[in-house]
């Protein structure tokens, strides 16, 4: 959501279903609802550029893994750390 425009308590709970971590760097608010296609968001005081840079890096390593390891499938880097209501993953 970036560093102006902040989710209040009430959107984050209604928006999203678990926070987690992209890569182990950046920080997200995780929608798994949708199960085939979960949308991420960053968390308030955290710019979107952040999860940017984050992705387009990930891109850049699974593309020089595939390269040197053709039969290499990279998995998206998105740990699950806790729910929104506070429960486990």
């Known amino acids: 959501m ?13 928006h999203f279903t678990h926070k987690g971590w992209f890569a182990g760097v950046c ?5 798994m609802r949708p199960a ?7 968390p308030n005081w955290v710019p979107e550029l952040w999860l940017t ?3 387009e890096a990930f891109m850049l ?7 040197l390891n053709p039969e ?3 998995a998206f880097p998105i740990v699950l750390t806790a729910k929104i209501d506070g429960g486990e993953p």
């Open 2 to 14: 970036a560093l102006f425009d902040h989710f209040s308590d009430e959107e984050i709970q209604s």
């Open 72 to 74: 290499y499938d990279p």
């Open 53 to 55: 840079i984050c992705t």
């Open 27 to 31: 920080p997200v608010y995780v929608d």
């Open 36 to 42: 085939d296609c979960p949308s991420l968001a960053t």
């Open 61 to 67: 390593f699974a593309a020089v893994a595939h390269g």
